[in-house]
């Protein structure tokens, strides 16, 4: 085991989550991920299969680098959005070949500075439809920059998804950046800020797409909510 997941077992064991979570994260998402669709208006979302995880997260936030990171591939989401392009999900299928177990829904960022009031109105209206239709939604994950913190505009999409029946996570990113005594006191302070909104998942994952750290803590998390069904296609299970 690399030091890298072991400092993540000894996070989980703290957390009640245990070293099966890990295998199975680790196993789930080295397993065929493809991109499925790109949606720009709710008319044209896939219909819905496996369960859904939907990444969120100001422009910039590294949203992509995070996807990539998890999924082990460099080119599956497209990093440094440029903002102002055409707002989109991208959905991808993630699992054993020909049995998706889940399915990584990337949201177009948001809190740009220069947007425009109708480029807001337009997101909000996109991803409002989205979350609200969608039966198969299990979680949303707030990514927020580890050195900026909640932002208004995170706590403003934290409120909509307050209205929604969706549950949502926050995960800090860019942690590299801090240096190692300031993440603790980063993830309390989200901790505090999510005190809040009530649909918040209490615990918050830190995390960095460079160093690796919180990535197998991640894919645990995210495993714990696909298809179970599919875990019959790992090796050793029963
Ligand atoms: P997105 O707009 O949210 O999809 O963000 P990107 O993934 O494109 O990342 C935005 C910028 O942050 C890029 O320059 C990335 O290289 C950088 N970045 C993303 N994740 C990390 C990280 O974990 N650590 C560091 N140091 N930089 C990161």
């Known amino acids: 085991m690399s030091d890298e997941e072991e400092a993540a077992k000894v996070a989980l064991e703290g957390k009640g989550l245990l070293k099966g979570d890990l295998d199975a994260g680790r196993w789930l998402f080295a397993q065929p991920c493809d991109f499925l669709r790109g949606a720009t208006e709710i008319g044209n979302l896939p219909p819905p299969g496996a369960p859904e995880i939907c990444f969120a997260g100001r422009s910039n936030v590294g949203k992509s680098s995070l996807v990539n990171a998890l999924t082990g591939r460099n080119t599956l989401a497209r990093t440094s959005n440029t903002p102002g392009r055409t707002q989109e999900l991208n959905f991808f299928t993630l699992g054993p070949k ?56 995170d706590h403003e999409v934290m409120k909509l998804l307050d ?65 179970p069904e599919a875990f019959r296609y790992k090796p050793g299970a029963v």
Do not use: C, F, N
């Open 98 to 153: 020909g049995y998706p177990a889940l399915t990584l829904v990337d949201l177009p960022g948001y809190g740009y500075a220069r947007e425009t009031r109708t480029r807001v109105e337009q997101w909000t209206k996109l991803v409002m439809a989205y979350l609200q239709g969608r039966v198969v939604l299990q979680r949303v994950l707030v990514l927020i920059d580890a050195r900026h913190g909640l932002k208004d505009s």
């Open 163 to 227: 209205t929604t029946a969706v549950s949502y996570q926050v995960v800090l990113t860019k942690t590299d950046k801090l240096k190692a005594t300031e993440v603790a006191p980063r993830l309390e302070e989200a901790r505090q800020g999510i005190r809040r909104h009530v649909a918040a998942h209490p615990m918050v994952i830190a995390t960095s797409s460079v160093r690796g750290e919180g990535i197998a803590e991640l894919r645990a998390e995210i495993a714990s909510l696909a298809d």
